[in-house]
């Protein structure tokens, strides 16, 4: 029996598990994922027993030696296609802040690893997706926020340059369409909330700051565009019209 050591991300706390050298997810771990120690993310589980023990790994949620990619801005997720999957208690508010079994994750490193290999299946439901294991979480609306846009040059071939609250960038264009969904609020009536897609279908909620600023971009369309308000980037024109509206 050989000791892997798994570390509850959420808390910093080390727990030492004893697993068998066998096991072919934990020696794909440590082949694909980290040469020695595999860091993961398990569930705080109040059965678990000492140090010593034998545990059985499909007791705990593993969020699979992400350590090893910390820092980068592009964990090869698309080579990822593991057969297990799993719900966690793990969701993303309206506001972007990360929960963990009812407790916002403060930690803002950990939540943009967790975002680094998010991903949005063509069911609607969002993953995160390690070597070994897909995670299930809960997204109340989208996973991201924009909260800083600043415009290079001018014209039709401005550039939107959008920031989210991951810290990556996105400019506004063919790649990463920018939608206006409407929304009815009981209170104050019907608004058109921009979006605008971060990577591979995941999508940034504007903050209203942004919003303000994009608003004060709006411009009449031409050709086909004509008589419809929307904003240029990047040589592509976003309408503020049903035609523009998307599902989210």
């Known amino acids: ?5 798994f570390s509850d991300l959420l808390d910093g706390e080390t727990k030492r598990v004893t697993l068998p050298t066998h096991d072919n997810r934990i020696q794909k771990l ?14 705080n589980d109040n059965r678990m027993k000492d140090n010593t023990s034998d545990a059985d790994p499909a007791r705990y949620n593993r969020l699979a030696a992400l350590s090893r990619f910390e820092g980068q801005s592009a964990p090869p997720i698309h080579l990822w296609h593991p057969e297990h999957i799993c719900d966690i208690d793990m969701k993303i508010d309206r506001n972007g802040d990360w929960h963990h079994e009812g407790t916002q ?13 998010m991903r949005l299946e063509d069911d609607g ?20 926020q924009a909260i800083l846009m600043r415009v290079d040059g001018g ?3 401005q550039r939107l340059v959008f920031t989210s609250n991951m810290a990556e960038e996105a400019i506004a264009g063919a790649d990463h369409p920018l939608s206006f969904i409407e929304e009815t609020d009981s209170k104050n009536g019907s608004s058109f909330i921009p979006y605008i897609e971060i990577r591979d279908g995941l999508k940034a909620r504007v903050s209203r700051n942004v919003y303000y ?7 009449e369309g031409e050709g086909d565009n004509k008589g419809c308000l929307g904003v240029w980037s990047d040589d592509c024109f976003f309408g503020i019209s049903e035609s523009a509206f998307e599902s989210r």
Do not use: H
């Not at 029996?1 to 050591?5: D, K, L, Q, S, W």
């Not at 439901?125 to 299930?136: M, S």
């Not at 600023?213 to 411009?219: P, V």
């Open 155 to 157: 014209g039709n071939s």
């Open 105 to 117: 994750i403060k930690r803002a490193s950990l939540t943009r690893l967790f975002s680094s290999v």
């Open 213 to 219: 600023q994009l608003m004060d971009l709006l411009e």
């Open 125 to 144: 439901d969002y993953f995160l997706v390690t070597p070994v294991e897909k995670c299930r979480i809960q997204v109340e609306d989208v996973p991201f």
């Open 30 to 43: 440590q082949t694909e994922c980290a040469p020695t120690t595999a860091t993961l993310l398990i569930r």
């Open 1 to 5: 029996m050989t000791g892997i050591v």
